[in-house]
């Protein structure tokens, strides 16, 4: 068999397999399986390719392939680092690449009560309170989560800075691309955002007896 021959039996196959790959690929629901079907799509694309020498083709299979290689490692550990953080302390540690850096001088209104929600926010330093409940919140903290899970997506409390600090914020539309990318990620956010809400529920429950004893006659 000449090369030509071998070059024609290779575009045949290569289409056949494209077409079965791309076909399969139409029924995936999630982003992580969809990655591997893309994988396996340039692998077979390269290896059609290089008998009929076509450069072209191959180094921009090649170049798909390290970046869908990237996204997929990318997906793999942000379900790793928010299972582990779920399951620990609670940290944010895993979604901070997908965050922006915001600072603040003390005195600003980083938000108001009732306004619109747009984005979740990380203290990373300086000191904020929740005016309404006069709750000061932690570096670490983790504020306006719940307003992406309320119906109206509205503001519960206003956040005002009282010492200059840094927050990392990341958009409601950022996370939802997340949980579109792998439905597990919705599952360990509602958990760590149901946690988040049985802990300030449990801080405003402590300063409400504290607040009565102080109230009591001696």
């Known amino acids: 068999m000449d ?11 290569s289409t056949i ?11 995936m629901k ?3 399986p969809l990655r591997v079907f893309s ?22 299979q090649c170049v ?11 997906m793999l550990q942000l379900i790793r680092d928010v ?3 779920v399951n620990s302390d609670l940290s944010m540690d895993w979604l901070k690449p997908f965050m922006t850096e915001r600072p603040y001088k003390a005195g600003e209104i980083i938000f108001y009560k009732d306004e619109k929600a747009e984005d979740m926010l990380y203290i990373v ?8 409940s006069g709750i000061e919140l932690p570096v670490g903290a983790i504020v306006g989560e719940l307003g992406m899970l309320s119906p109206s997506n509205m503001r519960t409390q206003t956040l005002e800075c009282i010492a200059d600090g840094l927050i990392l914020s990341v958009s409601y539309s950022k996370v939802e691309e997340l949980y579109v990318q792998n439905p597990a990620f919705g599952f360990y956010f509602l958990r760590l955002s149901s946690a ?4 300030n529920i449990d801080k405003l429950e402590q300063r409400l007896a504290q607040q009565t004893a102080a109230a009591k006659p001696a």
């Open 3 to 13: 090369m030509s021959h071998l070059t024609q039996h290779a575009g045949t196959a």
């Open 17 to 27: 397999f494209a077409s079965v790959f791309l076909v399969s690929m139409t029924t």
């Open 30 to 32: 999630t982003m992580i």
């Open 39 to 60: 994988i396996l799509l340039n692998l077979v694309l390269i290896a059609t390719a290089i008998p009929a020498r076509n450069y072209l083709v191959i180094v921009v």
């Open 64 to 74: 798909v392939l390290v970046l869908n290689a990237y996204r997929l490692h990318q």
């Open 83 to 85: 299972r582990k953080s």
């Open 125 to 132: 330093s300086g000191r904020f309170r929740l005016v309404e």
């Open 196 to 199: 988040r809400l049985f802990e």
